[in-house]
T-cell receptor
């Protein structure tokens, strides 16, 4: 079955750039949106961004000015770069597979998640 | 508004039925999806689309919608259902993904 694995440094200094990669294994990457989500300690989930294989992207407006996501279909990987980090960016970062569809109403759900990687800004 | 609102905490007696709600304008266009998150673990999808359950999710979990509100119902709550639950959808005006603030479910 499809599995996702986040990777990257666990510690980033303030004002530097956080870089993470998500590797997709066991399934195709086309037709899905590949998401980044984060969860600060003791808090809820925050969507960061997604990217399609086509390269189309969508960013959380609160992070957009510091954010860049990209993908490498040949490696089945997609990546996140968040610049000028502060302690407020300390969180568990997850990648997840998203699917959009429509019927009587639209639906968008994220059915496969990575285990998450903890990033501390200090 | 592009927010999803959930009650912070809900409790249910063991074996009883509990409903967790999620309210937001985006839910007029989108079905909500629901996630269960246990401490130290990644979220797990439990309901998506028109009341669909991924493989392995017990049928005591169900979803419904009415207007701008979506509900997750657990019929016959079990001790292992004690967890945080998050709703999610997308804003049809800009395709931004939305999460509710989460509901902590206590099974008494």
């Amino acid at each position: 079955q499809v599995q996702l694995q986040e990777s990257g440094p666990g510690l980033v200094k303030p004002s530097e750039t956080l870089s993470l990669t998500c590797t997709v294994s066991g399934g195709p990457t086309s037709a899905y949106a590949w998401n980044w989500i984060r969860q600060p300690p003791g808090k809820g989930l925050e969507w960061i961004a997604y990217i399609y294989d086509s390269g189309n992207t969508n960013y959380n407006p609160s992070l957009k000015s510091r954010l860049s996501i990209s993908r490498d279909p040949s490696k089945n990987q997609f990546s996140l770069k968040l610049s000028s980090v502060t302690a407020g960016d300390t969180a568990i970062y997850y990648c997840a597979r998203g699917y959009f569809g429509s019927g009587l109403y639209y639906y968008y759900y994220m059915d496969v998640w990575g285990k998450g990687t903890t990033v501390t800004v200090s | 508004s592009s927010e999803l609102t959930q009650d912070p905490a809900v409790s249910v007696a063991l074996g009883q039925t509990v409903r967790i709600t999620c309210q937001g304008d985006s839910l007029r266009d989108y079905y909500a999806s629901w996630f269960q998150q246990n401490p130290g673990q990644a979220p797990v999808l439990v309901i998506y689309g028109n009341n669909n359950r991924p493989s392995g999710i017990p049928d005591r979990f169900s979803g419904s919608r009415s207007g701008d509100t979506a509900s997750l119902t657990i019929t016959g709550a079990q001790a292992e259902d004690e967890a945080d639950y998050y709703c999610s959808s997308r804003d049809s005006s800009n395709n931004h993904v939305l999460f509710g603030g989460g509901t902590k479910l206590a099974v008494l």
